[in-house]
């Protein structure tokens, strides 16, 4: 039943039937009707409704309304700044469907669209049409967004059917979302909550999404659903997301992926990855992610991308599920990456399990700086190609298998500095046979391996077999835990040189400190010891490089062979005659090669050096006349 307020130009209804049960003759142009209810005077969907008598827009029942009669003359739904879904039908008790609604609000060209509280049902996804630009769903907290049974969408591209709650196409600008819970899928859901596709039909191979924002997201959806996004993205921001038991929850593909801004993700019982690709042709580039935290994560590299470039990860973590957990975890992997920056990231890792922290593929380049993995394997360099990784800080204790493990096709350059690669299960650092890599350690530590694996003599801190050059400067290297039970320090065959320049040993090796075919060349600064006088006396020349011996009687002594002597070692002798008198004759060990040697007067003293050539020790210098001590 309509009101007419008598001297002016407004109407009232209690309902859109009202509306559509007048005749149109009743109205003129420009006349203002105020409609109660959609469906009733206390429903939702109040608003002002202007006349407009040229209209012959079909009738929605929410935003057109034809009055009775034929020809033209509609009352369109006059919008404000911001517009809500229940002036459209929506029903916020998820009783029907909403679907319907929410795309007469979307198509309804308002800029903002408000949610209020409820929870939405879905039969059918939102599309966000071609053209449709500077779109905000917003709503005043967080919805629950619960979806019945949904037709499937295909999409020719996807890797199956897919549908979504919302699909957004071709160059979209200016999209927002905010204050969003998207939960409880049907069970005829089986895609992602937004969908992202290029062009008018199925093909999803451009970009899709430009210049979006999505904030305060809320994403539930089980295992065998789906992630929250697909598709192609440019200039977007996603910040402040929880998401729990999803699968992927960024599926990127298409062209474009740049410039997109990923922060504040907590993520719960998830499976598989935060971000992946759908194809190993998809790129990315400058994508910056800065805060993810998965927790109890059931399987898969939590980052698992190819192609990207320039992008930088910060403030990362990783735990997995205690117990039950379906696959093998990991942090990180990436194939063909560029210009990757890595910062602030912690995995522990079921080591039992064939897990791997961080695996580099192809031909990478990429820096990793301040970090902890305890996995099976920390780092795996497979499949790779001409590589160029640097890790500044990272600590890769307590991995069951290897700290890093080089498989034999991989090439480039490592760089390592300041990073532990100790307490491990059996080998520290693993170079397979036929690894051409060229590896610079600075100040990086080796202690302990075979960790629990008691009387394994092949346990090995550093097991080196590469074509390329392998330099350890200032390396700390042993054992100082009861439990490990490593047969050699170090284990040398590969093809290229190996240099330790300063090394710091620690403890004693149960066997020795290298084996293998390659003889490493030894720098070391000068370190002086004495060396406890006796009869027979030697010296280890992984530690000493001078050796100090105080002669206090007249009896004769020999000096033994050095132990542990490699190409290239130098060494010095200074005996001090403290003895009263004359010294007794000095022997010298078969391995030595030197002139007639006069032993020093009582109160004085001489010195004599040797260079080890890989057979014997050869003179190079002595004092020539006595010093007093």
Known sequence: MALIQKN??????????????????????????????????????????????????????????????TGTGRFL????????????????????????????AVDSGAGAIGFPDGDYGFTEPVLIKNGTARVSLRSNSRIRTTLGTMALTTIATAPQNLNAIFIIQDNNAHFCMENFYFSNPGAGYTGVGVYCKEGGGDDASGQALFSAMFKNIWVALPSTNGGFLQGGLQNCTFDTFTVEAAKSVFLLEGAGNGDVFFRNFSLSMNYDSFITQVADTVGAERITVDGVHAYSHYRGRLFDVQNWTDCRISNVSLDPITTGNLGDIGLFKFNDCTGISVNNFDAGLHTTKANVGIEITGATQAKFTTGHIKSNVGLLFSDTGLV?????????????????????NTTGTIRTRNCKFGNCGLTGVLFQAAASVNWYSTDDEFV???????????????DLFSSGDI????????QDDAAADAGYYVQAGGAGALSIINPTWVGTPVTGYFTGAQSPVIEVTPARATITYSTSMSLNALLVTEGVITATDGVGFTISNPTNPFAEMKIQYTIRNTSGGALGALTLGAAFKAAAWTQPANGFSRSISFQYDGTNWIETSRTTADIPN
């Open 77 to 104: 739904r006059v919008f404000g700044e911001t517009v809500s879904v229940k002036d459209f039908g929506a029903d916020p008790t998820k009783a029907t469907s909403s679907s319907a609604a929410i795309q007469l």
């Open 471 to 478: 330099v350890l400067t200032r390396p700390r290297i042993g």
């Open 8 to 69: 002016t130009a407004r109407f009232e209804f209690d309902s859109v039937a009202d509306v559509q049960a007048t005749a149109k003759s009743g109205f003129k142009d420009d006349q203002i009707a105020y409609i109660k209810g959609i469906l009733s005077t206390n429903n939702d969907g109040s608003g002002n409704f202007r006349y407009d008598a040229s209209s012959s827009a079909a009738d929605d029942g929410a935003t057109i309304i034809e009055p009775t009669g």
């Open 448 to 462: 302990n391996a075979g960790i629990g694996t008691s009387g394994s003599a092949a346990n090995r801190n550093l």
């Open 388 to 408: 160029d990784v640097e890790f500044d800080g990272v600590d890769f204790s307590e991995c069951d298998t290897a700290a890093i493990q080089f498989t034999a």
